[in-house]
């Protein structure tokens, strides 16, 4: 079992900065693949962004996201952040915290894939 808890969000302007934590608790963290998903009013959850736990931890983005968030994890944390920086409106969101317990190179975009869920954290961008 794997608890997961999300910080950071809040309100900031277009063009700002954030940096979304999520702690884990429970058993074998640096063996989850890892992800943020979100998810705005209205819409379906999305996928944003996804880490492997192992290969030194490869990632991958929704294009939407691509060179403005970055993933990362301390696994000695047991922590995964979202560094957001370029805010948009459009990025407006609770954002979500999930891990998927999957092989070493694993990193899905599909939430079904995903075992445990964090509960969420919001993100709102003004223009």
């Known amino acids: 079992q794997v608890q997961l808890v999300e910080s950071g969000g809040g309100s900031v302007q277009a063009g700002d900065s954030l940096r979304l934590s999520c702690v884990a608790s429970?058993?074998?963290?640096?063996?989850?693949?890892m992800a943020w998903f979100r998810q705005a009013p209205g819409k379906e959850r999305e996928f944003v962004a996804a880490?492997?736990?192992?290969?030194?931890?490869?990632?991958r983005y929704a294009e939407s996201v691509k060179g403005r968030f970055t993933i990362s994890r301390d696994n000695a944390k047991t922590t995964v952040y979202l560094q957001m920086n370029s805010l948009k409106p459009e990025d407006t969101a609770v954002y979500y915290c999930?891990?998927?317990?999957?092989?070493?190179?694993?990193?899905?975009?599909?939430?079904?894939?995903?075992?445990?869920w964090g509960q969420g954290t919001q993100v709102t961008v003004s223009s």
């Open positions: 429970g058993r074998a963290f640096s063996r989850y693949a």
């Open positions: 880490i492997t736990w192992s290969g030194g931890g490869i990632t």
């Open positions: 999930a891990a998927d317990n999957a092989g070493p190179y694993s990193s899905s975009t599909a939430q079904g894939e995903y075992d445990y």
